[in-house]
């Protein structure tokens, strides 16, 4: 503990929290929405084209991955929304085509032009998060926390149509609401998301931070209200945590942060159980 | 007055007609019952008024200062809602959304609207109780509750009994029958033709010759 606070006294460290928290906390807003409206898999698809899309950005040696990485993680975004809506037996082959191959030609290109010593080191770290949060730069951390604040604040003055949107879209599509937009919005708001928690996480891990808060508050809680508080306070809890203990014993940040969001899961299925 | 016309109307989807010629007029007041076969195109049809899919030819027009804003719609029920975790007060007030516009959040109006809803339907005592633990049957009147949120003087129905045990599908049916009595224009999916025939002022049946009988 004296240890931890200790590590407190830089800079650094306090940044990586701000933003681990900031990511956490966004990424578990949007995922009650993504898990109830059936949408989880595009999360997971989108962390794929992420990693590729941060290779082609790796190779072409862009100094501000993001100006890459971003526009495309957007771009199929929209894309994987606007099929998923028209057939889902082909949005469901499309996005699998589209995630598999974007983690294919990501690899291949790292392999065949990639300038850096440490291949394998740096797969390894875009997919599974780097080994410690405390090499997030401070342009990283700044992007970080004004998109989270965006996101937050969209979610926050959006939160009723989001939730009728969630529950019954041909519902509020009847009583005149466009919902086309706020489709939009969500699916922008998530690819925003991923492409900020890929930093903290890694690809492969992303949907985690998505997907395990929502499940773990509908455990317990039966309100729309109540879960997402309950998922915003899981996602903190978890995310401070799971940062801490890897500072302290030097373990990969991303995973860490996931087993703590698996503990939080199995707790809450335990006490669900036990209430029978 | 009449408050909505269709002429001719044809609806379907991109990928052909399904159903054709259909025309009728609703006047204030009515209380008009669509029956038909599965797959006639009722529920088309409901969704083509209410602007969800457009019509293939022909023309609706709504009149008596109605649009398809002011009419309060009971879906046939989705999947997606069965074991969606939310409380029956939230479910209610999303009718009013229509009513917020640009504004993030509900005023108290909106509010006590929800609840009066409620009130008339006998739900009040459901207010914070979730909406996946109830009977269908309550789950039914809570969808009810804020389609009448969102009606000003039209509500549309899609099987609004569908599912339910006769006792809950008779008191829907007064509950419905007492809307109208309070001056509610009625537009009713059913199956239950004996019922139809009991309440209804006009029937409409699908997949004959689309002409509404009076
Ligand atoms: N989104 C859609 N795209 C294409 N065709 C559709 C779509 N929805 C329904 N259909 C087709 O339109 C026809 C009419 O369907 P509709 O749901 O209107 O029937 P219905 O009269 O409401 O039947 P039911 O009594 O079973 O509810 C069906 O043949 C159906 O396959
Ligand atoms: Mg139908």
Redesign the pocket.
Known sequence: MANLIEYLSFPFVRYAFIAGVLIALCSSLLGVTLVLKRFSFIGDGLSHVAFGAMAIAAVMSISNEMLVVMPVTIICAVFLLKRSQSSTVKGDASLAMLSVGAMAVGYLLLNMFSTSANIAGDVCSTLFGSTSILTLQGTDIAICVVMSIIVIGAFVFLYNKIFAVTFDETFAKATGTNTEIYNLIIALITAVIIVLAMNLVGALLTSALIVFPALSSMRLFSSFKQVIICSAVIAVVAALVGISLSILFSTPVGATVVVINIVIFLIFSAIEKARG | MSQLICKNLNV??E?GV?ASGIDFAVESGDYLCIV??????????MKTILGLTPPLSGEIYFEDGLSSKSIGYLP?QTLVQKDFPASVFEIVLSGCLSKLGRRPFYSKEDKALALEKMQKLGIENLTSKSYRNLSGGQQQRVLLARALCAAEKMLLLD?PTAGLDPAATNEMYDYIKKLNDEGMTIIM?T?DLEESAKYATKTLN?GKDGVCHG
């Open positions: 379907g989807y990928d399904v038909g076969e599965n797959g006639s195109g009722k529920t088309t049809l046939q099987e999916i199956h699908m």
